[in-house]
């Protein structure tokens, strides 16, 4: 029997979901499929949950700094001019910058540590923008180097959907522009796949586990001294 209980730790013990990592945007993806949707972004990610889905923003959860944080998912929104913190509003549903401009102008995205996929829509405040999306990455490398994907925004009235799927926890994303020529940024929807494995049992389990299994036994054994003394009796 102990090669079977073996094998059921294991398996309690093995993280619900794992995949190769996609991405989707509009230019400039690498190891990504171009062009997908969001619901083939929902496919993909059938094996994680999703505290809310979609994620829209509520003045409530918007702090005194203009700091946002989402009761659903635990994400927290943080705006910058270059690397000083910059309020963000909420507009409506949506989350915006406050920047006349969107040049070096990030918003700072922190994220639960189980995440394992993000999936968002974004528009400009006015005009257009061509932000671009930083992972694990930090505000100064991300104003330097301006991220790993890029995303094309025509005008305020038109929304461009990004999502990423990775295999390993995604704790932070920069979205932004280091470059000039564009406007302020509105996060119009946004939502974390999280993996939440199944742990293995604690020890203390394990001990009332064995002892009503001991118990058990004892309670069954009487019994069957009872039946071999009246067969003796016999």
């Known amino acids: 029997m102990y090669?079977?209980?073996?094998?059921?730790?294991?398996?309690?013990?093995?993280?619900?979901?794992?995949?190769?990592?996609?991405?989707?945007?509009?230019?400039?993806?690498?190891?990504?499929?171009?062009?997908?949707?969001?619901?083939?972004f929902q496919a993909v990610t059938s094996g994680l949950t999703f505290p809310a889905s979609p994620i829209t923003f509520d003045s409530a959860n918007l702090s005194g700094l203009g700091i946002?944080?989402?009761?659903?998912?635990?994400?927290?929104?943080?705006?910058?001019?270059?690397?000083?913190?910059?309020?963000?509003?909420?507009?409506?549903?949506?989350?915006?910058?406050?920047g006349t401009s969107g040049q070096d102008r990030p918003i700072q995205i922190d994220l639960p540590g189980d995440t394992y996929a993000i999936a968002l829509f974004l528009s400009s405040v006015s005009g257009f923008a061509g932000p671009n999306v930083g992972i694990n990455t930090t505000l100064t490398a991300f104003n330097t180097s301006g991220g790993d994907y890029e995303l094309s925004i025509a005008n305020s009235g038109s929304a461009v959907f990004f999502g990423l799927v990775s295999t390993t926890p995604i704790a932070q994303l920069f979205i932004?522009?280091?470059?000039?020529?564009?406007?302020?940024l509105r996060i119009l929807s946004f939502e974390t796949g999280q993996d939440?494995?199944?742990?293995?049992?604690?020890?203390?389990?394990?001990?009332?586990?064995?002892?009503?299994?001991?118990?058990?036994?004892?309670?069954?054994?009487?019994?069957?001294?009872?039946?071999?003394?009246?067969?003796?009796?016999?």
Request: proline fraction near 8%.
């Open 3 to 40: 090669p079977v209980f073996a094998l059921a730790l294991a398996a309690l013990t093995t993280p619900a979901f794992a995949t190769i990592q996609f991405s989707y945007c509009n230019i400039g993806c690498t190891n990504t499929n171009t062009g997908m949707t969001y619901a083939a």
């Open 176 to 184: 932004g522009s280091p470059f000039a020529g564009n406007n302020a």
């Open 196 to 234: 939440i494995p199944v742990t293995a049992p604690e020890p203390s389990t394990f001990v009332l586990l064995g002892g009503g299994l001991l118990a058990i036994r004892l309670l069954r054994k009487p019994a069957f001294l009872m039946r071999s003394h009246r067969k003796t009796e016999k």
């Open 68 to 98: 946002y944080t989402d009761p659903a998912s635990g994400a927290i929104f943080t705006g910058f001019n270059n690397t000083t913190q910059e309020p963000l509003i909420v507009s409506g549903a949506d989350l915006s910058e406050t």
